[in-house]
């Protein structure tokens, strides 16, 4: 069981929009800031979203991230098929001192 | 171009021992914490641990506390993960991971695999 709760799966049609939810609270999301990761199978994770919502320099603006609360939200539009993979969240936890990730959610492009 | 280069998996019995050890290159290694994360078969991410730049100040999740230890030789720019007490839940893929400040990890490793297994 995650410390941090996202959806086990999210679909949508090539082009359309998607959104990831990542549900924490107040030791974790609350007061730290998230980020977001995409991972293909064998290969190295990607980080996606930094502090919140801000994007890592290659990383397009199709791609964006919020934070409102114990909640954040990692949002991909104009979906292509390069974007099926497996999507993660993570922050530090305060009470535990550590990192946590959400159990991940896998995006498939219909 | 920073890049992180993992070794030292491989295949132990339960109850014995390995070392990891992750090669960095392209940045100033001391200046940053850098993290273990490891991926078990069919699940997610899991956070393993992490070292502050200097190594003083060090931080694990609990299903490795007591079990496994975090170092670094900023002299050989190579972090460390000393496992040992092995046991087969411990089967993973081992990532390092630099740290961009804020436990926001911005460079990965390809990842090493460990295998526990009698």
């Known amino acids: 069981q995650s410390v941090l709760t996202q959806p086990p799966s999210v679909s949508a049609a090539p082009g359309q929009k998607v959104t990831i939810s990542c549900s924490g609270s107040?030791?974790?999301?609350?007061?730290?800031?998230v980020s977001w990761y995409q991972h293909l199978p064998g290969t190295a994770p990607k980080l996606l979203i930094y502090e919140n919502n801000r994007r890592p320099s290659g990383i397009p603006d199709r791609i964006s991230g919020s934070k409102s609360g114990t909640s954040a939200t990692l949002g991909i539009t104009g979906l292509q098929t390069g974007d099926e993979a497996d999507y993660y969240c993570a922050t530090w936890d305060t009470s535990l001192t550590a990192v946590v990730f959400g159990g991940g959610t896998k995006l498939t492009v219909l | 171009q920073v890049q992180l280069v993992e070794s030292g998996g491989g295949v132990a019995r339960p109850g014995r021992s390995l070392r990891l050890s992750c090669k960095g290159s392209?940045?100033?290694?001391?200046?940053?914490?850098l993290h273990w994360v490891r991926q078990a078969p069919g699940k997610g991410l899991e956070w393993v641990a992490v070292?502050?730049?200097?190594?003083?100040?060090?931080y694990y999740a609990d299903s490795v506390k007591g079990r496994f230890t975090i170092s670094r030789d900023n002299s050989k720019h190579t972090l460390y993960l000393q496992m040992n007490s092995l046991r087969s839940e411990d089967t993973a893929v081992y990532y390092c991971?630099?740290?961009?400040?804020?436990?926001?990890?911005?460079?990965w490793g390809q990842g090493t695999l460990v295998t526990v297994s009698s």
């Open positions: 070292i502050s730049d200097d190594g003083s100040n060090k």
């Open positions: 107040s030791s974790n999301i609350g007061n730290n800031y």
């Open positions: 392209g940045f100033p290694f001391s200046a940053f914490g």
């Open positions: 991971a630099k740290d961009m400040g804020y436990g926001e990890l911005d460079s």
